[in-house]
C-alpha cells in the first residue's frame, strides 16, 4: 500500500508529504515525477502537492493539470481511488476538472502565510474529523479565492460536498483571508466522495512538535486506505 506523491517542476511540498505520510502517520509513499503515464501499482492513494507548478505559468495548476502523469490519476479518481491535492494541488485538481470552482488570486492581492481556524464540514470517507470540528492549519498561498458560480455553490452546499470553510467571514460570508466564496478552504468530489482540495496545509501539521497535529487525520486517512489499483487495472 503506498501513497503516490506527485512531482510537478516547481513542486516544493512533495518531500513534506512524504515525510508526513512516513513518518508522522507510519504509511508507506513514493513520489511520482509528472512525466510518468501511469502509477505504481501499489498505489493507494494519490496527493497532489502544494508549490509553484511550471512556476504558474498561464494559472496556476493549468500547465500541471495537462501533464503526462494527469490521465493516470483522472482514471484512478474515476475508479473510486483517494485523491487529495494541497494548495497547488488544489488548483490543478480544479483545472483538471475533477473538482469544481477555481481559485483566484486572493481579493487583496497579497500571498498570505499564516494559521487559520477551519470548520470540517462536509461529508467524504477520508473526513475523519468529528462534524463541525474546528481545526488549525497553515496556509501559504497567492491565490487561493476560491469561486464558483451560484449553481455550483448551492450544489456543493446541498451534497455536503464543502469539506471545509474558513472560521473567519467578513460581512458578505466571505473568507477574510482571501475572499473565498461563503469561506470555502476546500471541497470534496469524486463518485464516491474520495477527492478532496484544499488550500491549507495538512502535512505541516502533523506532529504536536511542529506546532500540532490537526492535519494528521486527513493525511492518515490515506495511508489507512484499502483501495487496490492492482485489481482495477493499471492507472
Known sequence: MTVAVITFPGSNCDRDCVTAVTEACGGA????????????????????????????????????????????????????????????????????QLLPGALLRNKDGRFHCEEVELDVVGRSPLLTYA?????VLPIAHGEGNYFADDDTLAQLEREQRIAFRYKALDSDGNGVVNGARQGIAGVI???????????????????????????????????????????????
Open 29 to 96: 509513499a513514493t513520489r511520482v515525477f509528472h512525466k510518468e503515464t501511469a502509477l505504481p501499482s501499489s498505489t493507494t492513494a494519490v496527493i497532489l502537492p502544494g508549490g509553484f507548478s511550471f512556476g504558474d505559468y498561464l494559472r496556476c495548476g493549468a500547465m500541471a493539470a495537462r501533464s503526462d502523469i494527469m490521465p493516470a490519476v483522472q482514471r484512478f479518481a474515476d475508479s473510486g481511488g483517494p485523491v487529495l491535492g494541497i494548495c497547488n494541488g488544489f488548483q490543478i485538481l480544479c483545472e483538471a
Open 131 to 135: 462534524p463541525g470540528e474546528t481545526i
Open 189 to 235: 468530489g469524486g463518485p464516491k466522495r474520495n477527492v478532496i482540495g484544499l488550500m491549507p496545509h495538512p502535512e505541516r501539521r502533523c506532529r504536536a512538535l511542529l506546532g500540532g497535529d490537526d492535519g494528521q487525520p486527513l493525511l492518515r486517512a490515506l495511508v489507512t486506505s484499502t483501495f487496490a489499483l492492482s485489481t482495477r487495472g493499471a492507472a
